[in-house]
């Protein structure tokens, strides 16, 4: 194994990958990888893939033994509700089931939200204030977007530690990498997701309300509407992409913010930045870090050529910090960044982040009152991070107010 070669395995490579992405970028910005994929650190190049329109069908990959072993260990069934959510369709399915749910995730519905947020989040900040000392991710940074994705969809009350166990499973799906035991196990997970789905769309049918799930039963365009499976994959994504990305950028982002202390001071005495600041934050430390296509047709990208039916990652945290966009400062936090928002945190193309705006919505009041909040916050000890690939993020992040 050349030195060069993506290895997210490497030791400390989940506590900070960052260094090896730089050398990715210098070195092999567009590599085949010998398990079968191509990876893309590059912004320009990121950003040609995410744009160019690519298939996210996995029945459009070339055969691959790595790729079959596991979808062999998974049963034989595509992950994440049989391939059936927007996040794995193309066109004109996708175009079709974005439209739907669309209608429902509108901004001003998300919009509508920011009282509550605030009032969860106070009631969190009132928690630590009383405590002391308290672990961030498991007082503010999780609680907050999976309460908010909970009463959005109005999913009655659930076993909160076992919901997140299986979410915590099934999005190691989108990791580029993994054993057939993991894929087993992200397949167990999503079956009993969907099953409990299924219950709580039956139940919403008989018992309609003024929520999400109740919106995108009855939607309808053009006379179409979701299948009951169909709804199933949408409410699973909405479901998990709703909390799991968000703890990320609210944990990691305070991470950063209190390792760097200058940065920090510079927010505080101007709150107006916050806007800006989770933008950079998105940047600096993406909650997402890759995103992947197949190609359907030969792909010129950085003066290679990958061949059609290849499983490409776009290594969107790589982009965020490549220089050659960024400029010299890359590594650098910088909240008042002037093109802090050309992150491609939320990806790009047709596959941007639906949820881009209630992430910002939760990221900016989390944020922005909590450091307010506590002029003495400061870290009690070592960050603990997840020990995921893509949905990279602290797990554990003990601070004292």
């Not at 939200?113 to 940074?141: I, K, Q, T, Y």
């Not at 009463?151 to 990498?177: C, F, K």
């Not at 919403?204 to 169909?230: C, Q």
């Not at 936090?333 to 939320?346: G, T």
Request: glycine fraction near 8%; hydrophobic fraction near 45%.
């Amino acid at each position: 194994m050349t030195e060069t070669l993506f290895n997210p395995f490497a030791p400390g490579f989940t506590e900070d990958p960052y260094p090896h992405y730089r050398e990715l970028r210098d070195l092999d910005p567009v590599q085949e990888h010998p398990l079968g994929f191509w990876l893309l650190t590059r912004h320009a190049e990121v950003t040609a893939l995410l744009r160019a329109g690519m298939s996210a069908e996995q029945r459009n990959l070339a055969p691959h033994p790595v790729r079959d072993q596991m979808r062999e260990a998974a049963g034989g069934e595509d992950w994440r509700s049989g391939g059936l959510s927007m996040l794995d369709r193309d066109p004109p399915d996708h175009t079709r089931l974005r439209g739907l749910v669309a209608k429902v995730f509108t901004p001003r519905a998300i919009a509508a939200l920011e009282s509550r947020v605030v009032e969860l989040v106070d009631a969190a900040l009132d928690r630590m204030a009383e405590a002391g000392r308290s672990n961030l991710v498991d007082e503010l940074a999780f609680p907050l977007p999976f309460t908010v994705i909970n009463e959005m969809l109005g999913m009655p009350p659930a076993d909160e530690a076992h919901i997140r166990e299986l979410t915590g499973t099934l999005v190691r799906s989108l990791e580029p990498l993994a054993d057939p035991d993991l894929a087993r196990r992200i397949s167990a997970a999503d079956a009993e997701l969907a099953a409990l789905t299924a219950e709580v769309i039956a139940w919403k049918r008989a018992n309609p309300g003024d929520d999400l799930l109740t919106a995108l039963i009855h939607a309808e365009e053009n006379g179409a509407v979701l299948s009951d499976d169909e709804l199933v994959a949408q409410v699973v994504l909405l479901y998990v992409a709703g909390h799991e990305t968000t703890v990320n950028l609210i944990s990691n982002g305070v991470v950063a913010l209190l390792r760097d202390p200058g940065q920090l001071a510079a927010l505080r005495a101007d709150p107006e930045l916050i806007g800006n600041a989770v933008e950079e934050l998105l940047r600096y430390d993406s909650p997402v870090q890759s995103s992947r296509r197949i190609t359907l047709a030969p792909f010129e990208v950085g003066g290679r050529e990958i061949p059609p039916g290849t499983f490409v990652v776009a290594s969107l945290a790589s982009a965020n910090t490549d220089e050659r966009f960024w400029g010299a400062d890359a590594d650098e936090l910088k909240l008042d960044r002037p093109n802090a928002r050309y992150h491609v945190s939320f990806g790009a193309g047709p596959h941007h982040c639906l949820g881009a705006a209630l992430a910002r919505l939760e990221g900016r009041v989390a944020i922005g009152r909590l450091v307010r909040r506590f002029p003495d916050l400061a870290l009690d000890g070592e960050v603990e991070w997840n020990g995921r690939i893509n949905l990279r993020g602290a797990a554990k992040v003990p601070v004292r107010v």
